[in-house]
T-cell receptor, first 112, second 113 residues
Framework: DSGVTQTPKHLITATGQRVTLRCSPR?????VYWYQQSLDQGLQFLIQ???????AKGNILERFSAQQFPDLHSELNLSSLELGDSALYFC???????????FGSGTQLSVL | AQTVTQSQPEMSVQEAETVTLSCTYD???????LFWYKQPPSRQMILVIR??????QNATENRFSVNFQKAAKSFSLKISDSQLGDAAMYFC??????????FGKGTSLLVTP
């Protein structure tokens, strides 16, 4: 168990819809990272938050947004969903001096 | 931008044998970290081993060890005494301090009895 909790584990929705993925980081970790894993794109970094503030952006679409709340949990919002958004979405947390990132078990999103 | 290259899409090893997975990276920074993550069929991302760039000594974790060649920007993973449970996708990753992990495309490792 990595200590990072992601919900839900699976999500099935239709094109055009909006979904929210939730992540609770490990106790004490201030940073949260979101990744998208698909067969054709591999593991792509989406966005990073540190203690409630956006720290870095990767290949995140404008239809996607995220936030980190005062209790440090984070949510990734995906809107106007397309078939190509179907992927495994990971959250990772870190922040210690050893620079390790720990991953949640992921949310498998299927857009039909 | 830092890039991570894994040139072996698939590798195969017999149980109890040794296998080496290759990884090269490109960076202009001097302070960074390198990782190998394992993703079994359960799709959980599991940290296997980590190397700090400022350390010359190669990291070791039980049957897993790395060969870190900083000048060549090479970071290979050696798995000794391979076990069936080692079968997974292995990702090499680069990270500079405080930033996100940058992953390679992965190497699928098959372990045969």
């Amino acid at each position: 168990d990595s200590g990072v909790t992601q919900t839900p584990k699976h999500l099935i929705t239709a094109t055009g819809q909006r979904v929210t993925l939730r992540c609770s980081p490990r106790s004490g970790d201030l940073s949260v990272y979101w990744y998208q894993q698909s067969l054709d794109q591999g593991l792509q970094f989406l966005i990073q938050y540190y203690n409630g503030e956006e720290r870095a952006k990767g290949n995140i679409l404008e239809r996607f947004s995220a936030q980190q709340f005062p209790d440090l949990h984070s949510e990734l919002n995906l809107s106007s969903l397309e078939l190509g958004d179907s992927a495994l979405y990971f959250c990772a947390s870190g922040g210690g001096t050893n620079e390790k990132l720990f991953f949640g078990s992921g949310t498998q999103l299927s857009v039909l | 931008a830092q890039t991570v290259t894994q040139s072996q899409p698939e590798m195969s090893v017999q149980e109890a044998e040794t296998v080496t997975l290759s990884c090269t990276y490109d960076t202009s920074e001097s302070d960074y970290y390198l990782f190998w993550y394992k993703q079994p069929p359960s799709r959980q991302m599991i940290l296997v081993i980590r190397q700090e760039a400022y350390k010359q000594q190669n990291a070791t974790e039980n049957r897993f060890s790395v060969n870190f060649q900083k000048a060549a920007k090479s970071f290979s993973l050696k798995i000794s005494d391979s076990q069936l449970g080692d079968a997974a996708m292995y990702f090499c990753a680069y990270r500079s301090a405080g930033h996100a992990l940058n992953f390679g495309k992965g190497t699928s490792l098959l372990v045969t009895p």
